[in-house]
């Protein structure tokens, strides 16, 4: 895979919106390509800067269908994933973009931490689509949250 094949990949996987000279930058320890499994693999250390978003992770899978990498069906970012923007910081264990659904789903102990308050729950679920975000917890668990008011 060329080098300019997986800017287009990474700009497509993270769905957001981006000027055509907007570049996406990714370090890590390793990155292999495996054709066979249509899968791009970076791992180790894995920083994914993205002019809107920045994504630090052990590790991250893009899954690529039949059509090649501009064909993306998953994005799984997975261990100590964080996830940044200018307004707020989310963490949480494991991150999966699916671009068909335009759902970013963050699991495992999800902190959302921003200038407003601090919500924690097992599940953030974000619908790129219509901007709606929905927390859930699961095992008996309760999704909790602390404002701030203004």
Do not use: C, W
Request: net charge negative; hydrophobic share 40%; glycine share 8%.
């Amino acid at each position: 895979m060329k080098s300019g094949s997986i800017l287009i990949v990474l700009l497509s996987l993270l769905a957001l919106p981006a000027v055509a000279a907007d570049k996406v930058r990714i370090t890590s320890d390793t990155f292999v390509v495996s054709e066979a499994d249509h899968q791009a693999v970076f791992s180790g250390n894995v920083v994914v800067i993205h002019p809107s978003v920045t994504v630090h992770s052990d590790k991250v899978v893009a899954v690529y269908g039949a059509g090649g990498t501009t064909d993306i069906e998953s994005f799984i970012a997975t261990g100590h994933v964080r996830l940044t923007t200018p307004e707020q910081d989310a963490t949480g264990e494991k991150a999966v973009f699916t671009p068909a659904d335009q759902l970013l789903r963050l699991t495992g102990d999800v902190v959302v931490v921003n200038s407003s308050g601090t919500v924690n729950s097992s599940e953030l679920v974000v619908n790129l689509e219509t901007n709606v975000s929905t927390f859930t917890s699961n095992g008996g668990g309760r999704v909790t949250g602390v404002f701030t008011s203004q």
